[in-house]
């Protein structure tokens, strides 16, 4: 496990639990690209340059400011921000527990952490993670971490819990400026085809059937210019599906649907046959 992040104090009512916070995802699997100069290949870096007195500011020496008016700061520091008249600066501090289902959906969400207990908080830790799991509910807290003050959710996951951050109302952005259809008029048979589509597609998620192609795609296009082979390009994508053309679309795809389900279950029964002929 990497180094936690934040140590602190998960309190509710008069319980307070010591826990550790990691982060619960990583981007191991993200290609990183550097900037470089195109004549000499070498990285370009990024210099801290002060407009006023035009020279390069040093990392040591920079300042955190707010523009309260244009033009104009007031430096704020590290000592200042600790001593803002917070809870949440000092605690994960949960002001109530509601049902997994009344928590709004994936837009609200933002980072998912892990929160560890002390030793010594072991007993109130597994307390609190079993009666959020018995009762079905989602803890709700407030939690100050890199200049800012969230909202977050505490839950039970495998054993663990889990607390995610979430984007406070104000900044979820709404749809009324979307140009989306509202009268749009779908026909029976249209939305019928449409539903048996989606139940003959209709899955359990299992997240480790789906792998990153875009990474590996990058990693054989950075091999094939190394070694100055032959670069495979992608395939055209499928052109949009028309108005006219949509009820087709439909049909041909429940018959691709049919035909990939068939032979799901011909590969199926072949494995089972195979085993059974290994166990007898």
């Not at 996951?157 to 779908?186: C, F, Y």
């Not at 649907?257 to 279950?265: L, R």
Request: charged share 30%; proline share 5%; glycine share 4%.
């Amino acid at each position: 496990m990497p180094r936690s992040i934040w140590k602190g104090v998960m309190s509710f009512g008069m319980v307070a639990i010591p826990v550790r916070l990691y982060l619960a995802t990583e981007s191991s699997s993200k290609v990183s690209f550097n900037l470089l100069c195109p004549e000499h290949r070498s990285r370009i870096k990024n210099k801290r340059w002060c407009v006023e007195g035009d020279h390069e500011v040093a990392w040591g020496d920079v300042v955190r400011g707010y523009e309260y008016e244009k033009g104009n700061y007031v430096e704020l520091t590290d000592e200042d921000l600790e001593k803002l008249p917070l809870r949440s600066s000092k605690a994960i501090d949960i002001s109530g527990f509601i049902k997994d289902d009344e928590l709004p959906g994936a837009l609200y969400y933002q980072s998912a952490y892990y929160l560890e207990p002390e030793k010594s908080a072991e007993k109130p830790y597994a307390l609190l993670n079993k009666t959020l799991a018995k009762t079905g509910r989602v803890a709700i807290a407030k939690f100050a971490l890199r200049d800012r003050e969230r909202l977050v959710s505490v839950r039970p996951q495998d054993g663990a819990l889990l607390m995610n951050t979430l984007h406070w109302p104000d900044e979820i952005r709404s749809t009324e400026d979307l140009d989306v259809p509202e009268d749009v008029k779908v026909s029976p048979a249209e939305l019928k085809m449409a539903e048996n589509l989606v139940n003959m597609m209709a899955t359990d998620f299992e997240p480790t059937e789906y792998k990153d192609e875009y990474k590996q795609a990058v990693l054989q296009l950075v091999e094939a210019k190394v070694q100055k082979k032959e670069i495979i390009e992608a395939p055209e994508p499928e052109a949009a599906t028309t108005v006219v053309d949509l009820m087709s679309a439909l049909k041909a795809s429940v018959e691709k649907a049919k035909k990939s389900e068939a032979k799901t279950k011909r590969a199926a029964s072949s494995s089972s046959r195979t085993a059974r002929k290994k166990a007898s």
